[in-house]
């Protein structure tokens, strides 16, 4: 028989148990191994905390000091596939470019504009509402001077004339009047200096008496006013002196006649009246039409009391229109010095040109008024500015294409925006579409 068979098995206190015992003996072993178990709880309780204890901090400190690896070496779980993988990569992986490569031929088709940044100079402005006014010395009421009716009309409304062409043709009695006396005063005229003439001669000759001579010089002299008293009256009735000067020769029909006449150069925004109206005196209607210069417009502003007095005749005001990227700048060509007793603002106008109709009469813009300037090192358009993973940022121009470059903002003055740091003068960057360069940057590279 081996030995290992002939060993009789041990207690839990390391002494052999009998193969057999009496009921008593087996009761009374059980209560002294219960006993004995009892007292040793304690201690099999802290032996089976204290590896596992020992075990975690060596874990820990073997995950920071060797990383994941290390740790699922001595922990000897898994961990996922992709975070081996990072860890895998070398620690001094470079981070992703910030350089869009684009050559010439592709910023030109992508209508990428570039410019340089440099000095300029920022304003700090008031901004107020307004609205698009006529040009009050742009404006002309072309109205009648005589009564008459309309037996023309050579231009209607929206059409655009030039200064002294014919709108229309009056017939009107009264007109017809004032050339007739002016055609006899002239002939008059030319009648009586002929005579005082002739007198003249014959009293230097001693053929007439001196008394003769004097009369007639006299109604020379009268025949002389009345014809300029005529004249002035056609030329108060609107009959320009070219045409005065043709009435000798003109036909009989003309004599009744009055041109109407544009007196400035613009577009026709009223016309009045029709063909077979009466028009002139007596309640009727004087008015024919209302023409528009709109070359330069005026922006009305209102402005409050208390900002009243950095607001002076002048200064350049920046115009812009909800909706419309196109701004203008305007200048201050008036300040009221009364205050609306209701609003308690005063009006201030701006004068600003309009020679592409881009500023409609009628149109609400918002004004920024210049009240401050300094002079900023570095400043570019606000359209260059891009948002960038959470920060504002430019694109540079340089040999390979374009460089990502963090910029920090700060006063913004219309289109332009002032450039604290990350940017120096001199330095080209993409002003336009720069959106493109962004979306460019932003593709996935091959390492990810």
């Not at 901004?127 to 009309?153: I, N, W």
């Not at 009435?247 to 009223?270: F, H, K, M, Y």
């Not at 948002?387 to 390979?400: I, P, Q, T, Y």
Request: hydrophobic share 40%; proline share 5%; glycine share 8%.
């Amino acid at each position: 028989m081996s030995i290992i068979a002939s060993t009789p098995p041990r207690t839990a206190g390391g002494q052999n148990r009998p193969k057999a015992c009496s009921p008593s003996s087996r009761q009374s072993r059980d209560t002294f191994d219960g006993d004995r178990r009892s007292e040793q709880k304690p201690s099999v309780f802290r032996m089976d905390i204290r590896p596992i204890t020992v075990i975690s901090a060596f874990a820990l400190g073997a995950a920071l000091a060797f990383g994941l690896p290390a740790l699922q070496r001595v922990a000897g779980f898994g961990i996922p596939a992709a975070v081996a993988e990072r860890d895998a990569k070398p620690a001094g992986a470079p981070n992703k470019s910030t350089v869009v490569a684009i050559d010439e031929e592709r910023i030109k088709l992508a209508e990428i504009e570039v410019r340089s940044a440099g000095p300029a100079t920022i304003a700090r402005r008031l901004t107020v509402p307004g609205t698009v006014v006529p040009d009050a010395g742009r404006v002309a009421h072309v109205a009648v001077k005589l009564s008459g009716t309309v037996a023309e009309l050579h231009r209607n409304i929206g059409d655009d004339v030039v200064k002294d062409e014919i709108l229309a043709v009056l017939e009107s009695r009264e007109v017809a009047d004032a050339k007739s006396e002016y055609l006899a005063a002239r002939l008059s005229n030319d009648l009586q200096q002929d005579l005082t003439a002739r007198d003249k001669s014959l009293w230097e000759g001693r053929a007439v008496p001196e008394q003769q001579y004097i009369r007639s010089r006299n109604a020379a002299a009268q025949a002389s006013m009345r014809l300029s008293i005529a004249r002035q009256k056609l030329l108060a009735l609107g009959v320009r002196e070219d045409e005065i000067g043709a009435l000798p020769q003109a036909a009989d029909a003309l004599l009744r006649s009055q041109n109407v006449r544009a007196p400035i150069s613009g577009r026709i925004a009223e016309r009045r009246v029709e063909l077979g109206t009466a028009v002139g005196r007596d309640n009727l209607e004087t008015d024919l039409f209302v023409i528009v210069d709109l070359g330069r417009v005026w922006i009305d502003l209102s402005v409050s009391s208390s900002d009243l007095p950095a607001v002076k005749e002048g200064q350049a005001v920046n115009i812009s229109t909800r909706g419309q990227r196109e701004t203008g700048t305007a200048r201050i060509v008036f300040v009221s010095p009364l205050l609306d007793k209701d609003t308690r603002t005063a009006r201030v106008v701006a004068a600003i040109d309009n020679a592409d109709g881009h500023w409609r009469p009628g149109s609400f813009v918002t004004a920024a008024i210049a009240i401050g300037e300094r002079a900023a090192p570095v400043v570019a358009p606000f359209s260059a500015v891009q948002n960038v993973e959470g920060r504002k940022a430019v694109f540079v121009r340089n040999k390979d294409g374009f460089e990502k470059r963090d910029v920090v903002l700060g006063q913004r003055d219309g289109q332009s925006v002032e450039i604290i740091s990350g940017l120096a003068a001199g330095e080209t960057i993409a002003v336009s579409n720069t959106f493109s360069l962004k979306a460019e940057l932003s593709k996935p590279s091959e390492e990810d």
